[in-house]
């Protein structure tokens, strides 16, 4: 059975930082392309980011110099480094199987709210 289990969302202030963790198992963790995806309040799912099997990243423009994806593939876990956090990325964030264009399984979420 795969699993995905999100962890180290918050409550931050504007500019703070978190860094979020998904422990994954139950498939070839080393072979996946891993993504963080995002849901804002009364939004759909939104792509942030992806690290590919060959450590390759990727990340949608409003995150690139402030999220930075990573792999430890002896844990079988992929990390999400959130820097200079704004409101407007205040969402449920998921980890998810696959990239940008074919994300298709993913966690149940943690929360993360960027308010004063």
């Known amino acids: 059975e795969v699993q995905l289990v999100e962890s180290g969302g918050g409550l931050v202030q504007p500019g703070g930082s978190l860094r979020l963790s998904c422990a994954t198992s139950?498939?070839?963790?080393?072979?996946?392309?891993m993504s963080w995806v995002r849901q804002a309040p009364g939004m759909g799912l939104e792509w942030a980011c992806s690290i590919g099997s060959d450590g390759s990243t990727y990340y949608l423009d409003s995150t690139k110099g402030r999220f930075t994806i990573s792999r430890d593939n002896r844990k079988d876990t992929v990390y999400l480094q959130m820097n200079s956090l704004k409101p407007d990325d205040t969402a449920v964030y998921h980890c998810a199987i696959g990239g940008r264009d074919d994300f298709h399984l993913w966690g149940q979420g943690t929360q993360v709210t960027v308010s004063s």
């Open positions: 139950g498939f070839a963790f080393s072979s996946a392309t």
